[in-house]
């Protein structure tokens, strides 16, 4: 199986690529495309799938820890 990737976009939704199966909260499957972006702000008439509607709404940059151990 091919990895999948998930990117957390700034400002905006979270990028899935890569062979995923996305089910609903009764494990019920979407109708998705090997690449697809999730809703993080909340915002979106088509969620779980982002539709822009967080442009210039939504803030949020996350950045992963450094995986330097600055000698400890």
Excluded at 6 to 34: A, C, H, M, W, Y
Excluded at 49 to 65: E, I, L, N, T
Aim: contains cysteine.
């Amino acid at each position: 199986m091919a990895k999948v990737q998930i990117k957390v976009n700034d400002n905006g939704s979270l990028r899935v690529t890569g062979d995923v199966e996305l089910l609903d909260g009764e494990g019920k499957p979407f109708v998705t495309k090997q690449t697809f972006s999730l809703c993080r702000c909340g915002l979106s008439n088509n969620k779980p799938f982002c539709d822009g509607s967080h442009k210039g709404r939504f803030q949020s940059v996350v950045r992963a820890p450094s995986t330097e151990t600055n000698g400890q």
